[in-house]
């Protein structure tokens, strides 16, 4: 039970159709991150710096992010490139892309009901 869960992904399929990324890990496990969970979680400063903002306030955490405002539904992927080994990046729909999601990250993001039971059960 103690095993870290793996961060190489042996196999990635993005899929605009679907609005969704599929991530397959060394270890069997497959993660499928839907467009909005990526797009609201992205990891970079200005994201963060908003999110931190949202969650500062009373009230539900819809987080405004910059340019056009994408509502859940909304949110697709323009572009996916890998950044060196470790990492890949999107474009979105509203033309923000200086998120870079390492595959650490995306695994520690994984939606599916037993990463989140691990993930509930304490800190990693
Ligand atoms: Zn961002
Ligand atoms: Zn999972």
């Known amino acids: 039970m103690s095993q870290a869960p793996s961060t190489d992904p042996v196999d990635i399929s993005v899929s605009p159709s679907r609005r969704e990324m599929r991530v397959l890990w060394k270890d069997g496990h497959e993660s499928v991150y839907p467009f ?11 994201c963060d710096d908003q999110r931190g903002k ?20 909304q949110v697709q992927v323009e572009n996916v490139s890998p950044v060196g080994r ?5 474009v979105w729909s509203d033309r923000h892309d200086s998120g870079i999601y390492s595959f650490d990250y995306l695994r520690s993001l994984c939606p599916c009901p037993s990463c989140r039971q691990d993930r509930a059960a304490g800190p990693r």
């Open 36 to 46: 909005d969970l990526l797009r609201r979680e992205c990891p970079c400063a200005l």
């Open 54 to 73: 949202a969650s500062a306030s009373t009230g539900p955490s819809l987080t405004v992010l910059s340019g056009p405002v994408l509502k859940t539904g």
């Open 86 to 90: 470790y990492a890949i990046n999107f």
